[in-house]
């Protein structure tokens, strides 16, 4: 088989599968939200709630550690 | 570590991106507006000498908004979205704080010599990617200066979870490290080889395999340099302005691995007809169709996160200008799959109906949507309200007028020329010279010209509202929280 067939093929199957990727990261999103694990629409309020005194959506733990000893940044 | 009170963004590289940005785009539309002219009236080519042609401006148009004024919008809000959605002040790092201050002026020293560059005629001759190899080299330590403070930023973060537009800014720059990496890798023939200017240099691929870099890196530009970064941008400043939350959350997730996922593969549909493999051309038309599934889900995601908050559209020019922005985006999203069907490709290929589609959707799409965030940010910026909400509404429907204009224009123009090049007797020999056509594109040439004056204008009257907000309007007490405030 010729480099460029090879090319072609490599092309479809490497397609195919990214599509079974991306269906499979739908069901996914909102498998996980069924299930009560995550809830994404939450995330939203990012940007709404934005000022730096707000209390984060989902607090950075690694960042609490370090910095907010002592202080009340986020609360 | 600051006390909570002292706490606050820091806005001093935002402010210093947003004075690039107007300076860039004023100068971008001034010379496109020229440009746009000397093809109506060729006698305006010779004004400035070599430096004054068509040939030797076009490059210098299409750098300076592309690289100028559409990099500074982003960056202007990159840091200010950046810092707000993470909940952290960069000020909170002294390296993040310098490095951003880096990142600024070796950009600005940067671009200016690129321009320079280029009007002296220095240029690579790849098309978007013409900077001759000394400037790429600067190109790639700018970009990396920014990973630095992105990457940096996200390390400090409050927020766990990044919010969606930071997901956009961060495609937006590991697509153009990798598009700008891989398309320019050049052999400078002075150091090489001994020979040709120590400017100079080749690319390292050949025929048809540069054409194919080449456009896999030509259109994947436009994706994540006019596309990824200015979702980014309406993600955050049209649920904020509106106080809305984004319609759906997942519906966003989901749009940007879409567009990942597709965007990557399209870019062969500028080589219709060449000598690429067919199969290749053809993946790239089938993928430019598919392309309008994401594009449509972010651009139906900012309409949906308006509903039942229409009337702001009637009472907030800058509602106005987004809203207006997700429409251009999905009219040039659904142009562009369009051309790039085989068949249509046929007619509209190297036609004037190319550069219409580009213009409805960077004058339409990027800038509206730049300066709508440029006009967000200013109030909170500089802690001011903005100057005059009824100079807003004559650039918006002055410059809305300009871009229906331009590409109505651009339409006529583009399919009477792609029928006249194709146009035979019954003999079989062709009934138009090349001369013909532009005799009968002219009209058209003068109307986009016109167009290209009127969006100029717009933009001036954008620079005093803007300059007017920031030196004399009224002072404000505290941040507004959604709504931008305007006299």
Same mark, same amino acid.
């Given at each position: 088989?010729?480099?460029?067939?090879?090319?072609?093929?490599?092309?479809?199957?490497?397609?195919?599968?990214?599509?079974?990727?991306?269906?499979?990261?739908?069901?996914?999103?909102?498998?996980?939200?069924?299930?009560?694990?995550?809830?994404?629409?939450?995330?939203?309020?990012?940007?709404?709630?934005?000022?730096?005194?707000?209390?984060?959506?989902?607090?950075?733990?690694?960042?609490?550690?370090?910095?907010?000893?002592?202080?009340?940044?986020?609360? | 570590?600051?006390?909570?009170?002292?706490?606050?963004?820091?806005?001093?590289?935002?402010?210093?991106?947003?004075?690039?940005?107007?300076?860039? !785009?004023?100068?971008?539309?001034?010379?496109?507006?020229?440009?746009?002219?000397?093809?109506?009236?060729?006698?305006?080519?010779?004004?400035?000498?070599?430096?004054?042609?068509?040939?030797?401006?076009?490059?210098?148009?299409?750098?300076?908004?592309?690289?100028?004024?559409?990099?500074?919008?982003?960056?202007?809000?990159? @840091?200010?979205?950046? %810092?707000?959605?993470?909940?952290?002040?960069?000020?909170?790092?002294?390296?993040?704080?310098?490095?951003?201050?880096?990142?600024?002026?070796?950009?600005?020293?940067?671009?200016? /010599?690129?321009?320079?560059?280029?009007?002296?005629?220095?240029?690579?001759?790849?098309?978007?990617?013409?900077?001759?190899? $000394? #400037?790429?080299?600067?190109?790639?330590?700018?970009?990396?200066?920014?990973?630095?403070?992105?990457? !940096?930023? #996200?390390?400090?973060?409050?927020?766990?979870?990044?919010?969606?537009?930071?997901?956009?800014?961060?495609?937006?720059?590991?697509? =153009?490290?990798?598009? +700008?990496?891989?398309?320019?890798?050049? *052999?400078?023939?002075?150091?090489?080889?001994? *020979?040709?200017?120590?400017?100079?240099?080749?690319?390292?691929?050949?025929?048809?395999?540069?054409?194919?870099?080449?456009?896999?890196?030509?259109?994947?530009? *436009?994706?994540?340099?006019?596309?990824? $970064?200015?979702?980014?941008? =309406? @993600?955050?400043?049209?649920?904020?302005?509106?106080?809305?939350?984004?319609?759906?959350?997942?519906?966003?997730?989901?749009?940007?691995?879409?567009?990942?996922?597709? +965007?990557?593969?399209?870019?062969?549909?500028?080589?219709?007809?060449?000598?690429?493999?067919?199969? &290749?051309?053809?993946?790239?038309?089938?993928?430019?169709?598919?392309?309008?599934? $994401?594009?449509?889900?972010?651009?139906?995601?900012?309409?949906?996160?308006?509903?039942?908050?229409?009337? %702001?559209?009637?009472?907030?020019?800058?509602?106005?200008? &987004?809203?207006?922005?997700?429409?251009? +985006?999905?009219?040039?999203?659904?142009?562009?799959? /369009? %051309?790039?069907?085989?068949?249509?490709?046929?007619?509209?290929?190297?036609?004037?109906?190319?550069?219409?589609?580009?213009?409805?959707?960077?004058?339409?799409?990027?800038?509206?949507?730049?300066?709508?965030?440029?006009?967000?940010?200013?109030?909170?910026?500089?802690?001011?309200? /903005?100057?005059?909400?009824?100079?807003?509404?004559?650039?918006?429907?002055?410059?809305?007028?300009?871009?229906?204009?331009?590409?109505?224009? &651009?339409?006529?123009?583009?399919?009477?020329?792609?029928?006249?090049?194709?146009?035979?007797?019954?003999?079989?020999?062709?009934?138009?010279?090349?001369?013909?056509? *532009?005799?009968?594109?002219?009209?058209?040439?003068?109307?986009?010209?016109?167009?290209?004056?009127? +969006?100029?204008?717009?933009?001036?009257?954008?620079?005093?509202?803007?300059?007017?907000?920031?030196?004399?309007?009224?002072?404000?007490?505290?941040?507004? %929280?959604?709504?931008?405030?305007?006299?």
């Amino acid at each position: 088989m010729e480099i460029r067939e090879l090319q072609a093929y490599a092309n479809f199957f490497f397609t195919v599968f990214l599509v079974f990727l991306l269906y499979g990261y739908i069901i996914h999103l909102y498998r996980s939200e069924k299930k009560g694990e995550r809830d994404y629409e939450q995330y939203a309020n990012i940007a709404l709630n934005d000022e730096i005194t707000d209390a984060p959506v989902e607090r950075n733990p690694k960042t609490l550690d370090k910095k907010e000893k002592g202080g009340k940044i986020d609360e | 570590m600051q006390s909570n009170a002292a706490l606050e963004y820091d806005y001093s590289v935002v402010k210093l991106f947003t004075y690039t940005t107007i300076l860039f !785009g004023f100068l971008g539309m001034l010379i496109g507006t020229l440009i746009a002219s000397q093809l109506a009236f060729p006698e305006l080519n010779y004004l400035l000498g070599e430096y004054g042609t068509f040939s030797r401006l076009r490059p210098v148009h299409t750098n300076i908004v592309i690289y100028g004024f559409t990099l500074s919008g982003i960056w202007a809000t990159f @840091y200010y979205v950046g %810092q707000r959605t993470l909940k952290v002040s960069i000020a909170e790092s002294k390296f993040l704080t310098i490095m951003s201050k880096v990142h600024f002026w070796l950009y600005f020293v940067g671009a200016l /010599i690129g321009v320079v560059s280029l009007l002296l005629g220095f240029s690579a001759s790849k098309e978007y990617a013409e900077f001759e190899w $000394p #400037i790429d080299v600067v190109v790639v330590l700018i970009w990396v200066i920014w990973g630095v403070t992105m990457f !940096g930023l #996200i390390g400090i973060r409050r927020e766990k979870t990044l919010y969606i537009s930071l997901w956009y800014y961060i495609a937006c720059f590991l697509g =153009i490290a990798m598009l +700008y990496l891989f398309n320019n890798m050049e *052999v400078p023939t002075y150091l090489v080889a001994g *020979v040709g200017s120590v400017w100079h240099s080749v690319s390292m691929y050949s025929g048809t395999n540069d054409a194919l870099v080449q456009w896999w890196f030509g259109h994947n530009a *436009v994706a994540f340099a006019f596309t990824v $970064p200015i979702i980014a941008i =309406i @993600y955050y400043f049209l649920p904020k302005e509106s106080g809305q939350a984004v319609y759906s959350y997942k519906l966003s997730l989901l749009s940007f691995w879409g567009l990942m996922f597709v +965007y990557l593969w399209a870019g062969s549909h500028h080589l219709l007809y060449a000598t690429v493999p067919d199969w &290749m051309q053809t993946m790239g038309s089938i993928f430019s169709i598919v392309l309008i599934l $994401p594009s449509w889900g972010s651009a139906i995601n900012m309409l949906l996160t308006m509903k039942g908050e229409w009337n %702001q559209l009637t009472d907030n020019p800058l509602i106005k200008f &987004m809203v207006l922005a997700s429409t251009f +985006y999905m009219l040039s999203t659904l142009e562009g799959p /369009i %051309q790039a069907i085989k068949s249509v490709n046929a007619i509209a290929h190297f036609t004037d109906w190319i550069p219409g589609h580009v213009h409805d959707g960077v004058l339409g799409w990027v800038a509206f949507t730049i300066m709508s965030a440029l006009f967000h940010m200013a109030p909170r910026a500089f802690k001011r309200e /903005i100057y005059s909400k009824s100079l807003m509404e004559t650039q918006f429907w002055l410059q809305t007028t300009a871009v229906v204009l331009y590409f109505t224009s &651009m339409w006529i123009a583009g399919i009477t020329q792609g029928m006249m090049w194709r146009a035979v007797d019954e003999y079989g020999n062709l009934m138009y010279s090349f001369i013909d056509t *532009v005799a009968v594109l002219r009209p058209y040439y003068t109307i986009r010209a016109l167009a290209g004056l009127m +969006y100029l204008t717009g933009f001036i009257i954008f620079t005093y509202n803007m300059y007017m907000t920031i030196t004399a309007s009224k002072k404000l007490e505290e941040e507004p %929280q959604f709504r931008s405030p305007m006299a």
